[in-house]
Protein backbone atom coordinates (compact mmCIF):
# COMPACT_ATOMS: atom_id res chain seq x y z
CA UNK A 1 0.00 0.00 0.00
CA UNK A 2 3.04 2.44 0.04
CA UNK A 3 2.62 2.63 -3.58
CA UNK A 4 -0.35 4.52 -2.76
CA UNK A 5 1.61 7.21 -0.82
CA UNK A 6 3.87 7.16 -2.84
CA UNK A 7 1.58 8.10 -5.77
CA UNK A 8 -0.44 10.17 -3.52
CA UNK A 9 3.23 12.34 -2.78
CA UNK A 10 3.64 13.31 -6.26
CA UNK A 11 0.18 14.77 -6.73
CA UNK A 12 0.58 16.27 -3.28
CA UNK A 13 4.33 17.45 -4.88
CA UNK A 14 2.41 19.23 -7.43
CA UNK A 15 0.00 21.43 -5.32
CA UNK A 16 2.48 22.09 -2.68
CA UNK A 17 5.22 22.92 -4.64
CA UNK A 18 8.64 21.16 -3.42
CA UNK A 19 9.10 23.14 -0.76
CA UNK A 20 5.88 23.23 0.48
CA UNK A 21 6.24 19.67 0.10
CA UNK A 22 9.51 18.52 1.87
CA UNK A 23 8.55 21.41 4.79
CA UNK A 24 5.47 19.87 5.29
CA UNK A 25 4.63 16.27 4.06
CA UNK A 26 8.26 15.05 3.65
CA UNK A 27 8.37 14.52 7.23
CA UNK A 28 5.40 12.55 8.03
CA UNK A 29 4.99 8.71 7.93
CA UNK A 30 2.82 6.41 6.56
CA UNK A 31 1.78 4.08 8.70
CA UNK A 32 -0.59 1.90 6.95
CA UNK A 33 -3.85 1.80 5.07
CA UNK A 34 -6.49 -0.40 6.84
CA UNK A 35 -10.00 -0.45 6.96
CA UNK A 36 -10.75 3.07 4.72
CA UNK A 37 -8.60 4.70 7.15
CA UNK A 38 -4.74 5.71 6.22
CA UNK A 39 -2.74 6.08 9.12
CA UNK A 40 0.16 8.44 8.63
CA UNK A 41 2.46 9.78 11.87
CA UNK A 42 3.67 12.93 12.37
CA UNK A 43 6.61 13.90 13.85
CA UNK A 44 5.55 16.38 16.52
CA UNK A 45 2.61 18.08 17.67
CA UNK A 46 3.54 21.40 16.11
CA UNK A 47 3.71 19.45 12.72
CA UNK A 48 0.00 17.55 13.25
CA UNK A 49 -1.45 20.02 13.93
CA UNK A 50 -0.41 22.70 11.10
CA UNK A 51 -1.23 19.33 8.43
CA UNK A 52 -4.28 18.85 9.80
CA UNK A 53 -5.54 22.20 9.28
CA UNK A 54 -4.57 23.31 6.14
CA UNK A 55 -3.39 19.90 4.29
CA UNK A 56 -5.38 17.09 5.70
CA UNK A 57 -8.04 17.80 2.79
CA UNK A 58 -5.44 17.66 0.09
CA UNK A 59 -3.90 14.76 1.62
CA UNK A 60 -7.53 12.94 2.16
CA UNK A 61 -8.54 13.63 -1.84
CA UNK A 62 -4.99 12.41 -3.09
CA UNK A 63 -5.14 9.30 -1.13
CA UNK A 64 -8.71 8.40 -2.11
CA UNK A 65 -7.90 9.09 -5.71
CA UNK A 66 -5.01 6.93 -5.77
CA UNK A 67 -6.92 4.04 -3.78
CA UNK A 68 -10.01 4.60 -6.02
CA UNK A 69 -12.14 4.89 -3.30
CA UNK A 70 -13.48 7.40 -0.43
CA UNK A 71 -10.45 7.37 2.77
CA UNK A 72 -10.47 8.40 5.81
CA UNK A 73 -7.27 9.85 7.21
CA UNK A 74 -6.18 9.33 10.46
CA UNK A 75 -2.93 11.52 11.92
CA UNK A 76 -0.76 9.98 14.77
CA UNK A 77 1.82 11.50 16.71
CA UNK A 78 5.14 9.41 16.78
CA UNK A 79 5.88 7.65 20.04
CA UNK A 80 9.01 9.93 21.28
CA UNK A 81 7.12 13.29 20.68
CA UNK A 82 3.95 12.65 22.41
CA UNK A 83 3.06 16.33 24.16
CA UNK A 84 6.30 17.67 23.51
CA UNK A 85 5.39 20.53 21.83
CA UNK A 86 7.43 23.04 19.49
CA UNK A 87 3.37 24.09 18.89
CA UNK A 88 2.82 25.21 22.64
CA UNK A 89 2.47 28.86 22.54
CA UNK A 90 1.99 28.95 18.64
CA UNK A 91 -1.54 30.53 18.68
CA UNK A 92 -2.26 29.33 15.26
CA UNK A 93 -1.46 26.14 15.48
CA UNK A 94 -3.95 24.94 18.20
CA UNK A 95 -4.77 21.49 18.85
CA UNK A 96 -8.32 20.24 18.21
CA UNK A 97 -7.77 16.41 19.10
CA UNK A 98 -11.15 15.52 17.58
CA UNK A 99 -10.67 16.91 14.22
CA UNK A 100 -7.44 14.74 14.01
CA UNK A 101 -8.96 11.61 14.08
CA UNK A 102 -10.82 13.39 11.01
CA UNK A 103 -14.07 10.72 10.86
CA UNK A 104 -16.63 12.30 8.46
CA UNK A 105 -19.01 14.89 9.76
CA UNK A 106 -22.70 13.34 9.10
CA UNK A 107 -24.25 15.08 6.64
CA UNK A 108 -27.97 14.75 7.96
CA UNK A 109 -27.94 16.34 10.65
CA UNK A 110 -25.43 19.52 10.03
CA UNK A 111 -24.56 22.01 13.17
CA UNK A 112 -25.53 25.09 11.80
CA UNK A 113 -21.89 26.52 12.08
CA UNK A 114 -22.17 28.01 8.44
CA UNK A 115 -19.54 25.85 7.43
CA UNK A 116 -20.06 22.64 4.88
CA UNK A 117 -18.74 20.35 7.32
CA UNK A 118 -16.85 18.36 4.75
CA UNK A 119 -14.95 21.37 3.19
CA UNK A 120 -11.58 24.04 4.06
CA UNK A 121 -13.07 26.41 6.70
CA UNK A 122 -10.83 28.87 4.99
CA UNK A 123 -11.85 29.35 1.74
CA UNK A 124 -15.50 31.47 2.25
CA UNK A 125 -15.71 34.71 0.58
CA UNK A 126 -14.74 36.57 4.28
CA UNK A 127 -11.43 35.41 3.26
CA UNK A 128 -10.96 36.12 0.33
CA UNK A 129 -9.35 39.24 -1.24
CA UNK A 130 -11.00 41.10 -4.21
CA UNK A 131 -8.64 42.83 -6.72
CA UNK A 132 -9.19 44.04 -9.99
CA UNK A 133 -8.23 40.55 -11.54
CA UNK A 134 -10.75 38.82 -10.07
CA UNK A 135 -13.90 40.92 -9.23
CA UNK A 136 -15.80 39.72 -12.06
CA UNK A 137 -15.31 36.10 -10.85
CA UNK A 138 -15.96 37.28 -7.43
CA UNK A 139 -19.19 39.15 -8.08
CA UNK A 140 -20.43 36.19 -10.41
CA UNK A 141 -19.66 33.61 -7.10
CA UNK A 142 -21.47 35.83 -4.80
CA UNK A 143 -24.77 35.84 -7.30
CA UNK A 144 -24.83 32.44 -7.55
CA UNK A 145 -24.73 32.01 -3.75
CA UNK A 146 -27.43 34.69 -2.91
CA UNK A 147 -29.25 33.15 -6.32
CA UNK A 148 -28.63 29.43 -7.15
CA UNK A 149 -29.78 28.36 -10.01
CA UNK A 150 -31.57 31.64 -11.24
CA UNK A 151 -28.80 33.51 -12.68
CA UNK A 152 -25.91 32.52 -13.89
CA UNK A 153 -26.03 28.37 -14.50
CA UNK A 154 -23.78 26.88 -14.98
CA UNK A 155 -21.06 29.43 -13.69
CA UNK A 156 -17.92 28.54 -15.05
CA UNK A 157 -14.25 29.58 -12.94
CA UNK A 158 -11.46 29.93 -15.11
CA UNK A 159 -7.94 30.49 -14.38
CA UNK A 160 -4.12 29.79 -13.62
CA UNK A 161 -2.90 27.59 -11.15
CA UNK A 162 -3.35 28.61 -7.46
CA UNK A 163 -5.55 32.25 -8.10
CA UNK A 164 -8.42 31.20 -6.23
CA UNK A 165 -10.82 28.61 -8.37
CA UNK A 166 -10.91 26.32 -5.85
CA UNK A 167 -11.09 28.91 -2.97
CA UNK A 168 -14.32 30.92 -4.54
CA UNK A 169 -16.03 27.04 -5.08
CA UNK A 170 -15.40 26.07 -1.74
CA UNK A 171 -16.63 29.57 -0.59
CA UNK A 172 -20.00 29.10 -2.91
CA UNK A 173 -20.57 26.06 -1.47
CA UNK A 174 -20.28 27.42 2.29
CA UNK A 175 -22.95 29.90 1.32
CA UNK A 176 -25.21 27.66 0.09
CA UNK A 177 -24.83 24.91 2.40
CA UNK A 178 -25.15 28.00 5.52
CA UNK A 179 -28.47 29.78 3.97
CA UNK A 180 -30.44 26.66 2.25
CA UNK A 181 -33.62 27.18 3.62
CA UNK A 182 -34.59 23.55 3.23
CA UNK A 183 -31.91 20.64 3.97
CA UNK A 184 -29.95 21.08 0.79
CA UNK A 185 -27.77 19.05 -0.64
CA UNK A 186 -24.32 20.58 -1.24
CA UNK A 187 -22.05 18.62 -3.21
CA UNK A 188 -18.57 19.99 -4.06
CA UNK A 189 -15.85 17.40 -5.70
CA UNK A 190 -13.25 17.33 -7.96
CA UNK A 191 -13.70 16.48 -11.52
CA UNK A 192 -11.55 13.75 -11.05
CA UNK A 193 -12.97 12.35 -7.64
CA UNK A 194 -16.72 12.13 -10.11
CA UNK A 195 -14.52 10.14 -12.83
CA UNK A 196 -13.47 7.56 -9.80
CA UNK A 197 -16.65 7.60 -8.54
CA UNK A 198 -18.20 6.72 -12.06
CA UNK A 199 -15.62 3.65 -12.39
CA UNK A 200 -16.46 2.25 -8.94
CA UNK A 201 -20.07 2.57 -9.45
CA UNK A 202 -19.60 0.78 -13.26
CA UNK A 203 -17.56 -1.74 -11.58
CA UNK A 204 -19.90 -2.64 -8.81
CA UNK A 205 -22.79 -2.74 -10.87
CA UNK A 206 -24.33 0.13 -8.81
CA UNK A 207 -24.77 2.92 -11.57
CA UNK A 208 -28.61 2.91 -10.27
CA UNK A 209 -27.30 4.46 -7.12
CA UNK A 210 -24.38 6.77 -8.91
CA UNK A 211 -27.05 8.65 -10.77
CA UNK A 212 -29.63 8.83 -7.76
CA UNK A 213 -27.04 10.44 -5.84
CA UNK A 214 -25.79 12.82 -8.14
CA UNK A 215 -29.18 14.19 -9.61
CA UNK A 216 -30.73 14.61 -6.72
CA UNK A 217 -28.33 17.27 -5.56
CA UNK A 218 -29.43 21.08 -5.17
CA UNK A 219 -26.26 22.19 -6.79
CA UNK A 220 -22.90 20.55 -8.17
CA UNK A 221 -19.41 22.14 -7.47
CA UNK A 222 -17.23 20.28 -9.66
CA UNK A 223 -13.58 21.64 -9.51
CA UNK A 224 -11.14 21.43 -12.04
CA UNK A 225 -13.53 20.21 -15.28
CA UNK A 226 -9.78 20.46 -17.53
CA UNK A 227 -9.58 16.95 -16.14
CA UNK A 228 -12.33 15.44 -18.05
CA UNK A 229 -10.31 16.08 -21.42
CA UNK A 230 -10.46 13.07 -23.22
CA UNK A 231 -12.34 10.78 -20.69
CA UNK A 232 -15.11 9.83 -22.81
CA UNK A 233 -16.98 7.58 -20.49
CA UNK A 234 -17.17 10.58 -17.93
CA UNK A 235 -17.85 13.00 -20.05
CA UNK A 236 -20.90 11.08 -21.10
CA UNK A 237 -22.65 10.61 -16.98
CA UNK A 238 -21.59 14.09 -16.26
CA UNK A 239 -23.31 15.40 -19.50
CA UNK A 240 -26.80 13.28 -18.78
CA UNK A 241 -26.15 14.60 -15.03
CA UNK A 242 -25.86 18.30 -15.83
CA UNK A 243 -28.98 17.81 -18.32
CA UNK A 244 -31.05 16.39 -15.41
CA UNK A 245 -29.69 19.34 -12.73
CA UNK A 246 -30.10 21.97 -15.61
CA UNK A 247 -33.03 20.95 -16.35
CA UNK A 248 -34.62 21.33 -12.67
CA UNK A 249 -32.72 24.80 -12.41
CA UNK A 250 -29.90 23.48 -9.64
CA UNK A 251 -26.96 25.52 -9.71
CA UNK A 252 -24.02 24.38 -11.30
CA UNK A 253 -20.56 25.72 -10.59
CA UNK A 254 -17.76 24.79 -12.96
CA UNK A 255 -13.74 25.63 -12.37
CA UNK A 256 -11.40 24.76 -14.81
CA UNK A 257 -7.67 26.15 -16.05
CA UNK A 258 -9.06 26.73 -19.37
CA UNK A 259 -11.61 28.50 -20.71
CA UNK A 260 -14.24 25.47 -22.71
CA UNK A 261 -13.00 25.64 -26.26
CA UNK A 262 -9.46 25.22 -24.89
CA UNK A 263 -9.78 21.78 -23.14
CA UNK A 264 -8.90 19.14 -25.27
CA UNK A 265 -10.82 16.06 -26.49
CA UNK A 266 -13.85 17.93 -24.53
CA UNK A 267 -16.98 17.01 -26.58
CA UNK A 268 -19.11 19.58 -28.33
CA UNK A 269 -22.14 19.03 -26.71
CA UNK A 270 -20.68 19.50 -23.17
CA UNK A 271 -18.59 22.24 -24.56
CA UNK A 272 -21.88 24.01 -25.20
CA UNK A 273 -22.97 23.58 -21.90
CA UNK A 274 -20.35 24.75 -20.23
CA UNK A 275 -20.47 27.98 -22.68
CA UNK A 276 -24.36 28.14 -21.96
CA UNK A 277 -24.43 30.09 -18.93
CA UNK A 278 -21.88 32.55 -17.55
CA UNK A 279 -17.65 32.22 -17.65
CA UNK A 280 -15.63 34.50 -15.37
CA UNK A 281 -11.59 34.95 -15.34
CA UNK A 282 -9.33 35.07 -12.77
CA UNK A 283 -6.30 36.78 -13.55
CA UNK A 284 -2.91 37.15 -11.74
CA UNK A 285 -3.22 39.70 -8.78
CA UNK A 286 -1.37 43.08 -9.34
CA UNK A 287 0.98 44.47 -6.34
CA UNK A 288 -1.82 46.17 -4.42
CA UNK A 289 -4.05 42.83 -4.27
CA UNK A 290 -0.98 40.63 -3.33
CA UNK A 291 -0.17 43.17 -0.37
CA UNK A 292 -3.76 43.02 0.81
CA UNK A 293 -3.60 39.07 0.77
CA UNK A 294 -0.88 38.60 2.57
CA UNK A 295 -1.56 41.18 4.81
CA UNK A 296 -5.19 39.15 5.61
CA UNK A 297 -3.42 35.65 5.40
CA UNK A 298 -0.82 37.41 7.94
CA UNK A 299 -3.81 38.48 10.57
CA UNK A 300 -5.50 35.41 9.98
CA UNK A 301 -2.71 33.30 10.95
CA UNK A 302 -1.69 35.47 13.97
CA UNK A 303 1.40 36.68 12.30
CA UNK A 304 2.59 40.20 12.97
CA UNK A 305 4.91 40.83 9.77
CA UNK A 306 6.52 44.36 9.60
CA UNK A 307 5.06 46.29 6.32
CA UNK A 308 8.79 45.92 4.58
CA UNK A 309 8.82 42.26 4.84
CA UNK A 310 4.55 42.46 3.73
CA UNK A 311 5.90 44.14 0.69
CA UNK A 312 8.58 41.92 -0.10
CA UNK A 313 6.51 39.05 0.00
CA UNK A 314 4.62 40.72 -2.25
CA UNK A 315 6.61 41.67 -5.04
CA UNK A 316 8.71 39.04 -4.95
CA UNK A 317 6.04 36.19 -5.61
CA UNK A 318 3.55 37.54 -8.37
CA UNK A 319 2.01 34.77 -10.16
CA UNK A 320 0.20 32.65 -7.71
CA UNK A 321 -1.30 33.18 -4.65
CA UNK A 322 -0.20 29.99 -3.25
CA UNK A 323 3.08 30.65 -3.54
CA UNK A 324 2.44 33.59 -1.59
CA UNK A 325 0.47 31.86 1.22
CA UNK A 326 3.79 29.30 0.52
CA UNK A 327 6.51 32.10 2.13
CA UNK A 328 3.71 32.48 4.79
CA UNK A 329 3.77 29.43 5.69
CA UNK A 330 7.43 29.00 5.73
CA UNK A 331 7.60 32.37 8.09
CA UNK A 332 4.94 31.53 10.50
CA UNK A 333 7.06 27.55 10.98
CA UNK A 334 10.30 28.85 11.03
CA UNK A 335 9.84 32.12 13.05
CA UNK A 336 7.82 29.33 16.07
CA UNK A 337 10.35 26.82 16.02
CA UNK A 338 13.13 29.88 16.34
CA UNK A 339 10.79 31.68 18.55
CA UNK A 340 12.24 34.85 16.73
CA UNK A 341 10.27 37.99 15.08
CA UNK A 342 9.80 38.16 11.80
CA UNK A 343 12.08 41.51 10.42
CA UNK A 344 13.46 41.88 7.30
CA UNK A 345 16.64 40.06 7.50
CA UNK A 346 15.10 37.37 8.62
CA UNK A 347 12.70 37.09 6.15
CA UNK A 348 15.21 37.28 3.54
CA UNK A 349 17.22 34.37 4.82
CA UNK A 350 14.10 32.39 5.52
CA UNK A 351 12.45 32.62 1.91
CA UNK A 352 15.81 32.99 -0.04
CA UNK A 353 15.06 29.63 -1.66
CA UNK A 354 11.36 30.27 -2.37
CA UNK A 355 12.02 33.91 -3.96
CA UNK A 356 15.00 33.31 -5.75
CA UNK A 357 13.21 31.47 -8.23
CA UNK A 358 10.68 34.22 -8.87
CA UNK A 359 13.33 36.94 -9.59
CA UNK A 360 14.64 34.60 -12.55
CA UNK A 361 12.28 36.68 -15.39
CA UNK A 362 11.95 34.97 -18.92
CA UNK A 363 14.57 36.33 -21.52
CA UNK A 364 14.27 37.34 -25.26
CA UNK A 365 14.63 33.88 -26.42
CA UNK A 366 11.54 32.36 -23.77
CA UNK A 367 9.51 34.70 -25.00
CA UNK A 368 10.18 34.29 -28.45
CA UNK A 369 9.53 30.31 -28.18
CA UNK A 370 6.20 30.72 -26.52
CA UNK A 371 4.52 33.31 -28.34
CA UNK A 372 5.60 31.68 -31.58
CA UNK A 373 4.06 28.22 -30.35
CA UNK A 374 0.98 29.60 -28.95
CA UNK A 375 0.58 31.26 -32.52
CA UNK A 376 1.81 28.08 -34.06
CA UNK A 377 4.25 29.48 -35.83
CA UNK A 378 7.81 28.51 -36.53
CA UNK A 379 10.27 30.27 -34.40
CA UNK A 380 12.49 31.33 -37.39
CA UNK A 381 9.38 32.89 -39.23
CA UNK A 382 9.05 34.82 -35.80
CA UNK A 383 12.54 36.25 -36.59
CA UNK A 384 12.39 36.32 -40.26
CA UNK A 385 12.11 39.15 -42.51
CA UNK A 386 8.73 38.06 -43.83
CA UNK A 387 6.04 40.47 -43.08
CA UNK A 388 2.66 38.37 -44.20
CA UNK A 389 0.22 40.59 -41.70
CA UNK A 390 -0.74 37.64 -39.38
CA UNK A 391 3.44 36.56 -38.76
CA UNK A 392 4.17 40.83 -38.29
CA UNK A 393 1.21 40.68 -35.72
CA UNK A 394 2.58 37.75 -34.01
CA UNK A 395 6.56 39.51 -34.01
CA UNK A 396 4.75 42.63 -32.69
CA UNK A 397 3.38 40.45 -29.58
CA UNK A 398 6.64 38.84 -28.73
CA UNK A 399 8.11 42.22 -28.81
CA UNK A 400 5.73 43.99 -26.46
CA UNK A 401 6.50 41.11 -24.09
CA UNK A 402 9.77 41.17 -24.40
CA UNK A 403 9.52 44.97 -23.22
CA UNK A 404 7.27 44.32 -20.64
CA UNK A 405 8.76 41.23 -19.21
CA UNK A 406 12.34 41.66 -19.63
CA UNK A 407 14.63 44.47 -18.77
CA UNK A 408 15.57 44.61 -22.57
CA UNK A 409 15.98 47.76 -24.20
CA UNK A 410 14.27 48.80 -27.45
CA UNK A 411 17.31 48.51 -29.68
CA UNK A 412 18.37 45.19 -27.71
CA UNK A 413 15.03 43.76 -28.70
CA UNK A 414 15.50 45.44 -31.65
CA UNK A 415 18.60 43.46 -32.37
CA UNK A 416 17.08 39.86 -31.05
CA UNK A 417 14.56 39.99 -33.98
CA UNK A 418 16.32 41.81 -36.84
CA UNK A 419 15.26 44.63 -36.85
CA UNK A 420 15.77 48.46 -35.40
CA UNK A 421 14.47 50.04 -32.01
CA UNK A 422 11.64 52.16 -34.28
CA UNK A 423 10.11 49.43 -34.87
CA UNK A 424 9.69 47.74 -31.78
CA UNK A 425 8.39 51.15 -30.42
CA UNK A 426 5.74 51.01 -33.07
CA UNK A 427 5.14 47.13 -32.41
CA UNK A 428 4.77 48.09 -28.22
CA UNK A 429 2.55 51.06 -28.65
CA UNK A 430 0.11 49.09 -31.37
CA UNK A 431 -0.08 46.50 -29.25
CA UNK A 432 -0.41 48.64 -25.58
CA UNK A 433 -3.36 50.68 -27.43
CA UNK A 434 -5.13 47.09 -28.96
CA UNK A 435 -5.05 45.55 -24.78
CA UNK A 436 -6.62 48.39 -23.69
CA UNK A 437 -9.25 48.48 -26.41
CA UNK A 438 -9.85 45.04 -26.77
CA UNK A 439 -10.80 42.64 -23.81
CA UNK A 440 -10.75 38.88 -25.58
CA UNK A 441 -7.01 40.16 -26.61
CA UNK A 442 -6.47 41.09 -23.52
CA UNK A 443 -6.98 37.70 -22.18
CA UNK A 444 -5.37 35.72 -24.99
CA UNK A 445 -1.71 37.91 -24.15
CA UNK A 446 -2.57 37.43 -20.67
CA UNK A 447 -2.81 34.10 -21.22
CA UNK A 448 0.83 33.82 -22.94
CA UNK A 449 2.17 35.79 -19.83
CA UNK A 450 0.88 33.20 -18.06
CA UNK A 451 2.38 30.42 -20.18
CA UNK A 452 5.63 32.38 -19.62
CA UNK A 453 5.31 32.60 -15.66
CA UNK A 454 4.31 28.83 -15.49
CA UNK A 455 7.00 27.90 -17.86
CA UNK A 456 10.00 29.56 -16.05
CA UNK A 457 8.35 28.45 -12.61
CA UNK A 458 8.80 25.04 -13.39
CA UNK A 459 12.10 25.38 -14.93
CA UNK A 460 13.52 27.06 -12.24
P1 LIG B 1 -6.74 27.30 -7.80
O1 LIG B 1 -7.88 26.37 -7.48
O2 LIG B 1 -7.14 28.41 -8.71
O3 LIG B 1 -5.52 26.59 -8.27
P2 LIG B 1 -6.89 27.91 -5.00
O4 LIG B 1 -8.31 28.34 -4.93
O5 LIG B 1 -6.58 26.57 -4.46
O6 LIG B 1 -6.32 28.03 -6.48
O7 LIG B 1 -6.01 29.02 -4.30
C1 LIG B 1 -4.71 28.77 -3.84
C2 LIG B 1 -4.54 29.40 -2.49
O8 LIG B 1 -4.52 30.80 -2.64
C3 LIG B 1 -5.70 29.06 -1.57
O9 LIG B 1 -5.21 28.77 -0.30
C4 LIG B 1 -6.53 30.30 -1.55
O10 LIG B 1 -7.13 30.51 -0.30
C5 LIG B 1 -5.54 31.39 -1.85
N1 LIG B 1 -6.13 32.49 -2.61
C6 LIG B 1 -6.22 32.61 -3.95
N2 LIG B 1 -6.81 33.76 -4.29
C7 LIG B 1 -7.10 34.39 -3.15
C8 LIG B 1 -7.71 35.64 -2.83
N3 LIG B 1 -8.14 36.48 -3.78
N4 LIG B 1 -7.83 35.97 -1.53
C9 LIG B 1 -7.40 35.14 -0.57
N5 LIG B 1 -6.82 33.96 -0.79
C10 LIG B 1 -6.66 33.58 -2.06
MG1 LIG C 1 -7.93 24.33 -7.54
Same mark, same amino acid.
Given at each position: ?184 ? =? ?225 ? =? ?16 ? =???? =? ?25
Amino acid at each position: MNGVWQKAGDRIRDALGQTGYETWIGPLTFVGLQDKTATIEAPNRFFRDWVNDRYLDLIRQTISAEAGEPVEIKLTLGNDSNGNGNGHGNDHAKTSGNRVAATPAPLAEPECRGFHPHLSQRHTFAEFVVGSSNQFAHAAALAVANQPGEKYNPLFIYGGVGLGKTHLATAISHHLWATGSRARK =ILFMSAEAFMNELISSLRRDRMGEFKEKFRRVDALILDDVQFLAGRERTQEEFFHTFNSLHSERHQIVLTSDKVPRDIPGLEERLRNRFESGLIADIAPPDLETRVAIVQKKAALENLSLPPEVTLYVAQNVSSNVRELEGCLTRLAALASISKSAITPEFALQALRDLIRTHEIKPDVEAIQKTVSDFFHIRLAELKSKRRPQHIAFCRQVAMYLCRKLTDSSFPA =IGTAFGRDHSTVIHACNL =IARR =ISNDSAFRFSIEKVERELKATHASAA
